[in-house]
């Protein structure tokens, strides 16, 4: 979120854990490929980067509220402000959403809420942020085969300064911490049959210097240091520190465009890792754009994945480290009737991390953790971003994997070794009058071993006043397959709500 680090070191589950407010999100940007060279250790498919608003744009109080309701029991609220004080801007996001879900135990109530003052500081830009959100829900068949329930707080706060420096280099310093709180119950009927308390702290310190280099390009370089510690009732004490140095340089030499980076990792838990990456991108010429890319990533295993146990999951202490390598070749190709790109690539992981159990066992058989000696994976993308009919505007994309691996016969794995495999999407975007307009998106995915299905969704927006009134209809056609749990997907579900702007 805004370049802070949120991937939880206890485990993945929680790496989506925010306390971030959707009315405070202003875009999401997608990493796509190895990015551990520049992100450090989990980046090993790429990196989501959240980035919020910083209200430096505003001159007067503003912001947007949102209110809806739904199937399932769902209600929601929202709302963004920011305000100008002097030199400097205060923003507040609150919201909370809550639903019975879609089946028996998928019940959720969230709440999140954050803040952030941003202004002129020492000759740069200082930004104080902090954020709190808290999460109730039902995790039925989730974790294991039981009605199981889960209470997580999660409380950020950074602080970063940021300085241009003369000839165009900048310098900025970022502290940040993360602290997460679980109480995790196996059997929401009987607390005391199995319950885990899971405390979690993240503390990391960072430095980033920017150079020019002259009008050939620039130089990133930086360091970071983090220490993470657990206090567990499950998974013991546990505590580790991380030592970073990393950089990356960009040149631009006629139609190509070169980039390069490298990073060490020191962990004191799993040892050291050097994760470099390349690129190259040739301007064609026409609007075609020609790119490749090759990188080596990594992903240490949790501390669930390597301490967990309970009636239904074992961790293994001495699981190995997941290393892979990623190449990738694209293009890209704006022309009048709209823009299209294709990539095909390749990643082949050593000791893959899995959890898996015997083909056939009872569901009462734990899941355990295990390193897969190896699995390739080969894939293609296409996607149309955008074609223009008059003021319709379609787009649509199809993408394919095929997995290779070299594992021990007779396991069934969790999610790691069932990848979505195929899987074709087309939106249509429809204007209408007074501001209105309609939104449809077909869905149509395979998953390894054979769940999916096709999936349309709809959204009708009918401005009113300043603000808009929205309808959404979600799986139209009431597919019913299982997701990665195994479990139907939800049914048909409507949603209205209303959203508007305020003061500017």
């Known amino acids: 979120v805004d370049g802070v680090r949120m991937s939880d070191p206890q485990t993945g589950h929680f790496d989506l854990d925010l306390v971030v407010p959707l009315e405070r999100v202003d875009r999401i940007e997608i990493l796509r490929g190895p990015a551990s060279a520049v992100y450090g250790s989990d980046a090993l498919g790429g990196v989501v980067n959240i980035v919020t608003r910083d209200g430096l744009d505003a001159y007067n109080p503003e912001g947007t509220i949102r209110a809806e309701g739904g199937s399932f029991g769902r209600w929601g609220w929202g709302f963004d402000a920011t305000t100008p004080t002097g030199p400097w801007r205060v923003g507040v996001a609150a919201s909370q959403d809550v639903a019975d879900g879609h089946r028996d135990g998928t019940d959720y109530r969230i709440l999140r809420g954050s803040g952030r003052l941003v202004g002129p500081a020492a000759g740069g830009r200082l930004s104080l942020e902090g954020g709190y959100s808290r999460r109730d829900f039902g995790a039925a068949e989730f974790y294991a085969p039981y009605n199981s329930y889960e209470e997580t707080r999660t409380t950020t706060a950074t602080a970063r300064w940021a300085r241009t420096l003369g000839g165009g280099g900048s310098i900025e310093p970022r502290v940040s911490y993360r602290q997460r709180d679980d109480d995790f119950v196996l059997v929401r009927d009987d607390p005391e049959f199995f319950r885990n308390l899971h405390d979690s702290r993240e503390l990391t310190t960072e430095l980033t210097a920017r150079l020019p280099l002259g009008r050939a390009g620039g130089l990133a370089l930086g360091g970071e240091w983090s220490r993470q510690s657990l206090e567990s009732t499950n998974l013991g004490d546990r505590e580790q520190d991380i030592l970073a140095v990393f950089g990356e340089a960009q040149l631009w030499t006629g139609p190509f465009r070169l980039q390069g980076g490298v990073r060490f990792d020191d962990r004191d838990d799993v040892g050291s890792f050097v994760s470099p990456s390349g690129s190259v991108m040739f301007e064609a010429g026409r609007g075609v754009t020609l790119r490749a890319a090759v990188g080596r990533a990594f992903r ?45 690539y390749r990643r082949e992981v050593n000791d893959l991390i899995d959890w898996a159990r015997p083909v056939g066992a009872d569901p009462t058989v734990p899941w355990e953790t295990r390193n897969v000696e190896e699995a390739r994976f080969d894939g293609l993308e296409l996607s149309i971003d955008e074609i223009r009919v008059g003021e319709v505007i379609f787009r649509g994309s199809a993408a394919w994997i095929d997995l290779e691996t070299e594992e021990e016969e007779g396991f069934f794995s969790k999610s790691a070794l069932r990848p979505i495999i195929r899987e074709f999407t087309g939106g249509l975007t429809v204007p209408l009058p007074d501001r209105s307009l309609l939104q449809v998106l077909v869905t149509d995915r395979t998953r390894r071993g054979g769940e999916g299905g096709f999936i349309l969704d709809a959204r009708l927006e009918v401005g009113l006043g300043n603000g808009t009134i929205y309808f959404d209809a979600r799986n139209v056609t009431e597919a019913d397959f299982a997701d990665v749990t ?3 997907i939800a049914g048909r579900a409507f949603n209205v709500g209303i959203r508007s702007p305020f003061g500017g």
Not at 313 to 341: P, Y
Request: aromatic residues 14%; without cysteine; negative net charge.
């Open 300 to 344: 240490a295993p949790t501390w669930t994945e390597r301490f967990y146990e309970d009636p239904a999951n074992i961790g293994q202490e001495d699981l190995e480290v997941e290393q892979g390598w990623s190449a990738e070749f694209g293009g890209r190709a704006r022309t009048e009737v709209g823009v299209f790109s294709a990539t095909a």
């Open 486 to 488: 195994g479990f139907p």
